[in-house]
Nanobody, 115 residues
Framework: QVQLVESGGGLVQPGGSLRLSCAAS????????MSWYRQAPAKERELVAF????????NYDDSVKGRFTITRDNAENTVYLFMDSLKPEDTAVYFC????????WGQGTQVTVAS
């Protein structure tokens, strides 16, 4: 069955960095675009980063552009989100998802940016 397992979140001070990982299984990972979303408390889930199937094309929400980098390793069926210069407003649960998306989501990984 399809599985998306996010990891790498934690508590970090403003200005710090984190690397999130998403291990995917149950589908032909290398044939699909992948994305990272986040959901802050009392807010809707939002798309923050997107990568093509090959990883050759990426796109970012304006709020993270220049600070976040999405990459993927198709040999390892894993997509990453490198987050630099973190801000308190980046605090959220982060999820990965295939494009087009599955009906179900992983458990996400909590990122908390606070001093």
């Amino acid at each position: 069955q399809v599985q998306l397992v996010e990891s790498g979140g934690g508590l970090v001070q403003p200005g710090g960095s984190l690397r999130l990982s998403c291990a995917a299984s149950g589908f032909m990972f290398s044939q699909y675009a992948m994305s990272w979303y986040r959901q802050a408390p009392a807010k809707e889930r939002e798309l923050v980063a997107f990568t093509s199937a090959s990883g050759g094309w990426t796109n970012y929400d304006d709020s993270v552009k220049g600070r976040f980098t999405i990459t993927r390793d198709n040999a390892e069926n894993t997509v990453y989100l490198f987050m630099d210069s973190l801000k308190p407003e980046d605090t959220a649960v982060y999820f990965c998802q295939r494009y087009p998306p599955f009906d179900s989501w992983g458990q996400g990984t909590q990122v908390t940016v606070a001093s």
